[in-house]
């Protein structure tokens, strides 16, 4: 149980295009997501906390009118990288847990490893 | 945001040996988490612990939460060549934000 799904796992696009990577729990709900970002050889950096039906909440330094996040539904958020740069090419990872108690244990989808040339 | 300190960065063991890394946090936390993750994955829970000194086991991996609420290890015995991987702690105080540990490369040698 609780599996979460990403796609894609992969993409490349042109710089000044905007990507969209979709996050989907496939077998509970989530009304909290998170995105995270990570660069080769370094730890997951928390981005943002997508909610379902309401703004998403950003770490410090991290653009919010870059990143869009949208929690449409109680399985489904989406990050949008837009107009896309060479330094934004990075592995980044969506997490859910089920609806419920606080603290329960995080499950990750297989990341997108996205590639701005 | 947050970022725990986790020790040693990497450590090179014989296949058998037992293996023993920490985290660290300036904060204080109400659930660590211990994941795995290989390259080009994204990662995988090992081991939840939600109370103060609590100790869990899973197969051959120990936590254990630190009684101070600031640091959490994670024990491996009788290493085999599929440890090897990244492992992150990972700490929460509120709700599901967790915030990552830098992480412990593991390589087992045959």
């Known amino acids: 149980g609780a599996v979460v799904s990403q796609h894609p796992s992969w993409v490349i696009c042109k710089s000044g295009t905007s990507v969209k990577i979709e996050c989907r729990s496939l077998d509970f709900q989530a009304t909290t997501m998170f995105w995270y970002r990570q660069f080769p050889k370094q730890s997951l950096m928390l981005m943002a906390t997508?909610?379902?039906?309401?703004?998403?909440?950003?770490e410090q330094g991290v653009e919010k009118d870059k990143f869009l996040i949208n929690h449409a539904s109680l399985t489904l958020s989406t990050l949008t990288v837009t107009s896309a740069h060479p330094e934004d090419s990075s592995f980044y990872i969506c997490s859910a847990s089920p609806s419920g108690p606080n603290n329960s244990p995080l499950h990750f989808g297989n990341g997108t490893r996205l590639t701005v040339t | 945001g947050q970022q725990l300190n986790q020790s040693p960065q990497s450590m090179f063991i014989q296949e058998g040996e037992d293996v023993s890394m920490n985290c660290t946090s300036s904060s204080i936390f109400n659930t660590w988490l211990w994941y795995k993750q290989d390259p080009g994955e994204g990662p995988v829970l090992l081991i939840a612990?939600?109370?103060?000194?609590e100790l869990t086991s899973n197969g051959r991996l120990t936590a254990q939460f630190g009684i101070t609420r600031k640091d959490s290890f994670l024990n491996i015995s009788a290493s085999i060549p599929s440890d090897v991987g990244i492992y992150f702690c990972a700490g929460s105080n509120t709700g599901n934000q967790f915030y990552f540990g830098t992480g412990t490369s593991l390589t087992v040698i045959p």
């Open positions: 612990l939600y109370k103060a000194g």
């Open positions: 997508s909610n379902e039906g309401s703004k998403a909440t950003y």
